[in-house]
Nanobody, 120 residues
Framework: QVQLVESGGGLVQAGGSLRLSCAASGSIFVLYTMGWYRQAPGKQREEVATITSGGSTNYADSMKGRFTISRDDAKNTVYLQMNSLKPEDTAVYYC??????????????WGKGTLVTVSS
């Protein structure tokens, strides 16, 4: 079974930076789109950024110019570099990926999330 494990969250002051990582494990044949989503307290989960297997990226408007998504397919890992963080970026950040597994066929999985807290 394919699993995603996020890391890199923590407490940072406004204006600071964090780099999140998400590693996929299991019987993975190929990973297609990978992405980051976030859910702030009392709010719905929202898309932060996605990256396709071809390297095309998409960002939510409020993250453009501050966040950068990248991936290392040799490591089955996706990253999110977050700069100029604001208190409103405080949320649990979740990783998502879809792909094809040797044993499970097509899949879409979510990580358990990593908490990012930005203090003012």
């Amino acid at each position: 079974q394919v699993q995603l494990v996020e890391s890199g969250g923590g407490l940072v002051q406004a204006g600071g930076s964090l780099r999140l990582s998400c590693a996929a494990s299991g019987s993975i044949f190929v990973l297609y789109t990978m992405g980051w989503y976030r859910q702030a307290p009392g709010k719905q989960r929202e898309e932060v950024a996605t990256i396709t297997s071809g390297g095309s990226t998409n960002y939510a408007d409020s993250m453009k110019g501050r966040f950068t998504i990248s991936r290392d397919d040799a490591k089955n890992t996706v990253y999110l570099q977050m700069n100029s963080l604001k208190p409103e970026d405080t949320a649990v950040y979740y990783c998502n990926a879809d792909g094809y597994s040797d044993y499970d066929g097509s899949f879409e999985v979510w990580g358990k999330g990593t908490l990012v807290t930005v203090s003012s």
